[in-house]
């Protein structure tokens, strides 16, 4: 690969991780309900998570969907229902000093499972294989797309799930707190606008 299209892979890389995106706002939310120390799991798992996506989507997967293209119809239901579902858990997660809290944070599998029905991950990682590969680089152009990735998608969560933290200042009293869940929880369905009108 050279150093030009390197540079390209990175600021692609550095644009599409640290804007925001379903992954985004649930470690925001996640931060501002439990902190930035609780979530790592969550961080670490959309991280490694995305780039061991990327190297799968380069490797061949991507041809199983090009042979049956119903799967991407199964994908988008599969994300529609499960992004609904996460709304729903942001939206009536319990603050964090509640007697009797409804929730936690995502683990580590679970975020990284859901890199897979998230259809931003799918875009990127797609984008990032289709554009950024060079076929002569065989399987460690791809294995350097991911690289790529992780090293500049880690510090992009941790940077969401640390001014989620920094709003739980913001956001004392449950009240507030409650406000901010609904809103990041409608924010998160309004996330799905461009899975279901393209």
Do not use: C
Request: cysteine-free; hydrophobic content about 60%; aromatic content about 14%.
């Amino acid at each position: 690969m050279t150093y030009d299209l390197l540079t390209a892979l990175a600021a692609f890389a550095l644009g599409s991780s640290i804007t925001p995106g379903p992954n985004y706002l649930m470690l925001m939310a996640s931060g501002a309900n439990y902190g930035v120390w609780r979530t790592l799991p969550h961080m670490l798992g959309v991280a490694l998570g995305f780039v061991f996506m990327v190297i799968l989507v380069g490797v061949g997967l991507i041809q199983i969907f090009d042979l049956f293209p119903v799967t991407y119809t199964v994908l988008k239901v599969v994300s529609v229902g499960y992004l609904l579902y996460l709304a729903w858990k942001i939206a009536t997660a319990a603050a964090p000093d509640a007697a009797e809290p409804t929730g936690a944070p995502m683990a580590f599998l679970q975020a990284a499972a859901f890199q897979w029905v998230n259809p931003k991950a799918w875009t990127m990682a797609l984008t990032a294989i289709s554009g950024y590969t060079v076929p002569s680089a065989g399987i460690w152009g791809i294995f350097l797309v991911g690289v790529v990735f992780g090293a500049i998608n880690l510090p992009s969560v941790g940077l969401w799930a640390w001014m989620g933290q920094q709003l739980r200042k913001v956001l004392e009293g449950p009240r507030r707190l409650r406000a901010f869940n609904i809103t990041m929880a409608v924010l998160l369905v309004a996330s799905l606008y461009p899975i279901l009108w393209p």
